[in-house]
């Protein structure tokens, strides 16, 4: 009976000891190599190639061939939001894009992620300043998010971009179409405001408006300035005066002559 019970127990040890350490192998080379299906970031080419595929591919290229790529491969992990430009908008700011520096192409491609994962549904209830990827330091590089109702809009100093749609939104990973490059301040400035016109002074050299002259009519004559005022007034007897004067010269100047014939006939 002994025997048979001991026979039994080898039989089982038997059976069973080459499944654990197979199990115990599997274990062990499952820390020592982990499985591709774990948690490791996904190479760039999936999600550029998503980009790529839902009309973003301009934007998605011209991330592969910059330093920009490894900047959000490195977040990835922890979390990133990236918002697309759409090929429309990408070709309307290339003539921009081609006069920058290569850091402030790799700036404003970084300044399209932020390194927090955010759900359409978080930024459609969230409004406020938001960081991105190209934030660094005294380096602001960041933009407002506004949402009125369903839409949800990116706000900087210098364009209002609105979100189109949804690339994908699948945690660690959320990308957004856009309809607008999204332009920092610390790249770009605003059109100066124009200065107001100064106002016009009032003095004697100012220009006055064309049209038509009219005369003003004549001040109507004072009575004191008036010649109507008859005989006795001053101005009559002014002129009586002069007439009188210019009479008694004239007969004075006949008188002369003759008296002088009158006493030379005397003397004779």
């Known amino acids: 009976m002994k025997l048979k019970n001991a026979a039994t127990v080898v039989i089982f040890l038997a059976v069973i000891f080459p499944h654990c ?134 706000r900087t100093k210098i364009v209002n971009a609105r979100i189109t749609g949804t690339v994908i939104d699948k945690e660690p990973l959320a990308i957004f179409s856009i309809d607008t490059v999204l332009e920092p301040t610390e790249l770009f400035k605003g059109a100066p405001t124009p200065a107001p016109a100064p106002a016009p002074e009032a003095d004697a050299e100012s220009p006055k408006p064309a049209g038509k002259k009219h005369k003003s009519p004549p001040a109507p004559a004072s009575p004191a300035d008036s010649p109507a005022d008859g005989p006795t007034g001053k101005v009559a007897d002014s002129k009586a005066d002069d007439k009188n004067g210019g009479f008694r010269y004239n007969a004075g100047a006949l008188l002369v002559p003759v008296f002088l014939v009158w006493f030379g006939h005397l003397l004779l």
């Open 21 to 154: 350490s197979s199990e115990s192998q599997k274990i062990k080379i499952g820390k020592i190599e982990p499985s591709p299906k774990g948690d490791a970031p996904a190479p760039a080419i999936s999600f550029t190639s998503v980009m790529s595929a839902h009309g973003c591919k301009n934007f998605a290229d011209t991330l592969l061939s910059s330093p920009a790529e490894k900047t959000f491969m490195d977040n990835l992990q922890g979390g990133v939001t990236i918002f697309c430009p759409t090929d429309d908008a990408m070709k309307a700011f290339a003539p921009k894009f081609k006069n920058l520096t290569t850091e402030g192409k790799q700036s404003v491609l970084e300044y399209h992620g932020v390194p927090v994962y955010n759900s359409l549904s978080s930024l459609r209830t969230s409004n406020g300043l938001m960081n991105t990827l190209a934030t660094d330091g005294a380096n602001n590089y960041d933009f407002v998010v506004q949402n009125d109702g369903q839409d949800v809009t990116l």
